[in-house]
């Protein structure tokens, strides 16, 4: 694996043995190497730590940056809080910050295993065959490292290791799997589950990397409390189902009417998946329990709206509808007036009926102002 470049910017209060930057070269920064975005007071002390031959991260640099002062950062690169960091790969953001412990030790052993090469090499081709079918598994077999092919791949995998797990064969013990060139193999979790392989060509960065996105982020994702700060930062509204955690029919219904009906959707909204059990007080604020479960909600991260009846995601375009009554604004209105006049039967007299949305409950998982100084609320959709 060729050598990495790894630089951190540290969002605040200026240090001397950094490098402090603006808009136009944090640009050339990002195009140059790999990035990491800091801010605030924690970030002086961590720059402070990092003096030259503190620690050796070769090769690395860090970099100071005010964000009050240089907007058109926090705006381009949604940053809406500090301390924030943010690692960059080949030029590209990646979607998962660093959150872990604000210390020299813990982010300069995050930087270590970042540069670590997230590719497994398999020396025999049995071992594909008893990989962790849990997982999502990305083959790729070549001819030769050495190749335009293979550095495609590694670049892919160096940005999507977190989603995927990555293995290449070499050589010999590729031949097999190579009748027709080196190609790329997609192995989804389960057993039963058929490959699938990527036809387009290998040396073309955008689309390898937009074809194995689309198999290692799942269109319906898991919400956990581990990674919810993480999708609340997102900015998007929720489409949950609540389900219990052996209930694998459910969960296979929805993320099949997802697919079916919202796919068009996919960026204004997240479509996720909650354990029942785990997440009984979202269920509480809408007055359900795990008993009730699979249920459908949205979270617009100011109000909780229930879908009804679950079995109903099956009608053609009702999910989808459910959705476009969030952006539109009638589950806003509806809750807080009433049905609209349009939703009411023939001849029956309008009533403004008032009513008490439940609360977000997601929002919770927000980023708190106890951890970090938060530079703006995100207005309600």
Same mark, same amino acid.
């Given at each position: 694996?060729? =050598? ?13 043995? $950094? /490098? ?19 801010? %605030? ?11 030259? #031959? ?20 926090? &705006?381009?690169? @949604?940053?809406?809080?500090?301390? $924030?960091?943010? /690692?960059? @790969?080949?030029?590209? +953001? +990646? ?5 872990? *412990? ?10 270590? &295993?970042?540069? =670590? ?7 025999? /081709? ?17 001819? *030769? ?54 036809? #387009? ?8 990397? %937009? ?29 949950? /189902?609540?389900? +219990? ?9 929805? &993320? %099949? ?6 796919? =068009?959707?996919?960026? $204004? ?81 309008? *009533? ?30």
């Amino acid at each position: 694996m060729g =050598s990495q470049r790894i630089s951190i910017h540290f969002y605040s209060v200026p240090y001397s043995e $950094t /490098l402090n930057t603006d808009f136009n070269n944090l640009c050339e920064k990002i195009r140059h190497g790999e990035l990491m975005h800091l801010a %605030n007071s924690a970030a002086s002390k961590i720059a402070l730590g990092f003096k030259p #031959g503190s620690i050796h991260l070769e090769p690395s640099l860090l970099t100071n940056m005010n964000l009050v002062v240089i907007t058109d950062i926090a &705006q381009r690169y @949604r940053i809406s809080k500090y301390p $924030t960091l943010k /690692l960059f @790969r080949n030029g590209m +953001m +990646m979607k998962r910050e660093y959150r872990g *412990q604000r210390s020299v030790k813990a982010l300069a052993d995050y930087i270590r &295993q970042q540069k =670590s090469d997230p590719i497994q090499e398999l020396h025999i /081709l049995a071992e594909a065959t008893t990989l962790d079918r849990s997982k999502r598994n990305i083959i790729g077999y070549f001819e *030769q490292k050495d190749s335009e092919n293979y550095r495609v791949f590694e670049r892919v995998a160096n940005i999507l290791h977190d989603d995927c797990a990555f293995l290449a064969a070499f050589g010999a013990v590729s031949k097999p799997e190579r009748y027709s060139g080196d190609n790329i193999i997609y192995k989804p979790p389960g057993h039963s589950a058929p490959d699938m392989v990527y036809l #387009g060509s290998m040396t073309n960065f955008d689309g390898t990397y %937009n074809w194995i996105q689309d198999k290692c982020v799942p269109l319906v994702r898991e919400i956990t409390f581990e990674n919810g700060e993480e999708l609340t930062e997102e900015g998007l509204p929720f489409l949950i /189902l609540f389900h +219990m955690k052996e209930d694998t029919e459910s969960l296979e219904i929805f &993320q %099949n009417e997802v697919a079916r009906q919202l796919i =068009s959707e996919k960026g $204004t909204i997240n479509f996720l998946h909650a354990d029942c059990d785990k997440f009984r007080h979202p269920l509480l604020h809408i007055q359900k329990t795990p008993a009730d479960c699979p249920v459908i909600a949205i979270d617009s991260f100011r109000h909780m709206y229930v879908f009804g009846d679950f079995r109903d995601v099956l009608i053609p375009g009702k999910l989808k509808q459910f959705v476009f009554d969030l952006h539109s604004g009638k589950l806003h209105r509806e809750f807080h007036h009433g049905p609209d006049p349009t939703d009411t039967a023939p001849g029956e007299e309008v *009533q403004d009926v008032a009513s008490s949305p439940p609360e977000s409950s997601f929002q919770k998982l927000a980023p708190s102002e106890y951890r970090y100084t938060l530079l703006r609320d995100r207005d309600e959709l």
